[in-house]
């Protein structure tokens, strides 16, 4: 892990501050990059809601949310949520556009997958819009491979020829 980065799980109200704030910054993100391909648009406020209601399908002991943070400021998240016995499934994984290309990515999906083994899974599943072509390439490098779309993905069936799928063994 590159110096200054560090991976923390999420505990306080202020955590969870920032959680909902790098939540909305993502959804924004992926919002405008799937209107530019395909002129649609999520209600991403609710979208915002459901997961902060939901946050704890992220929590111990078979969840995590985890914050990256370089010099102490959170810049980056990843979550880890499970799917059905044995399988786990990352989700919201971003990191602010400054921050890219400095390791937090790979340092969060590193302790994600750690996590993921203290859980006790024994592969993790991922899904992943199209366009995010460099997290395709950290997942990749990361031992991950590509598979048919899963039924428990919220991937909306018309979209999901536009998205990767992916999976690890651990």
């Known amino acids: 892990m ?22 909305w910054e993502y959804l924004q993100w992926a919002n405008a990059n799937v209107n530019a391909e395909f002129s649609v648009n999520f209600d991403i406020a609710s979208m915002l809601e ?36 044995g399988i786990g499934e990352i989700k919201r994984m971003y990191v602010r556009p400054e921050a890219r290309k400095a390791g937090v990515g790979r340092a969060l999906l590193a302790s994600l997958m750690s996590e993921a083994k203290l859980a006790g899974y024994s ?6 819009a199209g366009f995010m072509r460099a997290a395709h390439v950290m997942y990749r490098s990361a031992g991950f491979h590509e598979i048919e779309p899963y039924p428990e993905s919220e991937i909306p069936k018309e979209f999901q020829r536009h998205w990767v799928f992916m999976e690890r063994d651990l």
């Open 2 to 23: 590159k110096s200054g980065i560090r991976v923390v799980q999420a505990q306080n109200a202020d955590d969870l501050a920032a959680v909902r704030e790098l939540f």
């Open 50 to 85: 459901r997961d902060m209601q939901s946050i704890e399908k992220f929590s111990l002991p078979t969840g995590r949310l985890m914050l990256g943070e370089i010099d102490d400021r959170v810049v980056g998240v990843g979550c880890l949520q499970r799917l059905r016995p």
């Open 123 to 128: 592969s993790v599943r991922l899904d992943s």
